[in-house]
T-cell receptor, first 113, second 115 residues
Framework: QKEVEQNSGPLSVPEGAIASLNCTYS??????FFWYRQYSGKSPELIMS????GDKEDGRFTAQLNKASQYVSLLIRDSQPSDSATYLC?????????????FGKGTKLSVIP | GAVVSQHPSRVICKSGTSVKIECRSL??????MFWYRQFPKKSLMLMAT?????????EQGVEKDKFLINHASLTLSTLTVTSAHPEDSSFYIC???????????FGPGTRLTVL
């Protein structure tokens, strides 16, 4: 069973702090990794994609990928109350066919003013 | 870019009726579209994968005769919930994949309530 694991949280951080969200995956040959943000009652919104080992930065967001450890993370700098949401890690698993993504169950982040 | 729309955003219907939900990719052609269902405070659940011009591939446990999917063009897929019952009440979300990528862009979702 190919899986994506995330801590469900809630993860609480004070406003202005760095929020660190983690994700592990079981399929060693996975190539594509995504972070989505989902506000309560809304659909997921793509934040970042990452394909190579290392860091990828986009504004206050940094995605980190370590394929050897099968680990991908999302850092949110200068966290704002508007960042409070559930963050979904998604992985394109090998052999899934039709480009399906396997989603983690999500980590709920609360940024405390 | 990469905008996906869904219609309607919300629908309330009586038990036994059928409901059609449309998913459109507005600024790209989507080779593949996906349909998900999400119950309150639960994870996304993939229902089916839809490729333009071919039959949808349903996930285990999803009744293909109840959830009819049509992907007649590169920008439109429809999900019809036939003979809806209260247990079908859920948040239905589609996503679309542009060619040459495995990124999925989600529509805003359709909240179905069956009375």
């Amino acid at each position: 069973q190919k899986e994506v694991e995330q801590n469900s949280g809630p993860l609480s951080v004070p406003e202005g702090a760095i929020a660190s969200l983690n994700c592990t995956y079981s399929d060693r040959v996975s190539q594509s990794f995504f972070w989505y943000r989902q506000y309560s009652g809304k659909s997921p919104e793509l934040i970042m994609s990452i394909y190579s080992n290392g860091d990828k930065e986009d504004g206050r967001f940094t995605a980190q990928l370590n394929k050897a450890s099968q680990y991908v993370s999302l850092l949110i700098r200068d966290s704002q109350p508007s960042d409070s949401a559930t963050y979904l890690c998604a992985v394109a698993m090998s052999g899934a066919g039709s480009y399906q993504l396997t989603f983690g169950k999500g980590t709920k982040l609360s940024v405390i003013p | 870019g990469a905008v996906v729309s869904q219609h309607p955003s919300r629908v309330i219907c009586k038990s036994g009726t059928s409901v059609k939900i449309e998913c459109r990719s507005l600024d790209f052609q989507a080779t593949t579209m996906f349909w998900y269902r999400q119950f309150p405070k639960k994870s996304l659940m993939l229902m089916a994968t839809s490729n333009e011009g071919s039959k949808a591939t349903y996930e285990q446990g999803v009744e293909k005769d109840k959830f009819l999917i049509n992907h007649a063009s590169l920008t439109l897929s429809t999900l019809t919930v036939t003979s809806a019952h209260p247990e079908d009440s859920s948040f239905y979300i589609c996503s679309a994949r542009p060619p040459g990528t495995d990124t999925q862009y989600f529509g805003p979702g359709t909240r179905l309530t069956v009375l």
